[in-house]
């Protein structure tokens, strides 16, 4: 009688196995960074012409170096509004950064008129946008979308008073740029 040897066999269907399950494993990990990679992306928002159209006839008009546009919005809860924020670059050539802050400078008015600060992941409203310096040639705009987002349960009605700011980096000195602070009002019915 002969007997086969089935070690040889069982150890190459156990390689197939733990190669398709490799493969498999592989695949989710490539499907779950495209999506985050792409939900990233969606978070930052876009421009589009006709907001960028408003904000260079606002800088225009204003005689300004910069401009936001929408900075008034009334957002339900769970929807978002792109704001733009236009720069013109007056100098040479620099970097600019815009700062959203938060925190500190960041307000909630109530329906009662009760002042809190907010603006944190865990209350109504939070903006997205690159935090990165863009570098600007002289006498060129840049445009730079935030997008303000209100959750969809737990966001306190209220108007929401968010500080802008433009820093300007020119070598190793970093300036206010424009009138300094901006405001942007978000109203949460």
Do not use: H, W
Request: glycine share 8%; proline share 3%; charged share 20%.
């Amino acid at each position: 009688m002969f007997r086969r040897n089935k070690k040889g066999m069982e150890l190459s269907i156990n390689f197939i196995v733990m190669l398709i399950f490799a493969i498999v494993i592989f695949s989710f990990g490539i499907i779950f960074a495209r999506s985050f990679f792409s939900q990233a992306q969606d978070r930052a928002g876009e421009i589009t012409s006709q907001t960028k159209d408003t904000i260079r006839n606002l800088i225009l008009q204003q005689n300004s170096q910069v401009a936001i546009y929408p900075d008034t919005m009334t957002i339900q809860r769970g929807e978002s509004v792109v704001v733009g924020v236009g720069i013109v670059n007056t100098g040479d050539a620099a970097s600019f950064k815009v700062i959203v802050d938060k925190n500190a400078n960041c307000k909630l008015v109530d329906k009662t008129g009760t002042v809190q600060n907010c603006g944190n992941e865990n209350t109504g409203v939070y903006p997205f946008y690159d935090t990165s310096t863009v570098s600007v040639a002289k006498n060129d705009e840049i445009y730079i979308p935030i997008k303000f987002m209100v959750k969809k349960d737990n966001s306190p009605s209220g108007k929401y008073i968010f500080t802008v700011k433009v820093k300007r980096t020119e070598g190793s000195i970093t300036t206010d740029y424009g009138l300094g602070n901006y405001k942007v009002y978000v109203n949460v019915p």
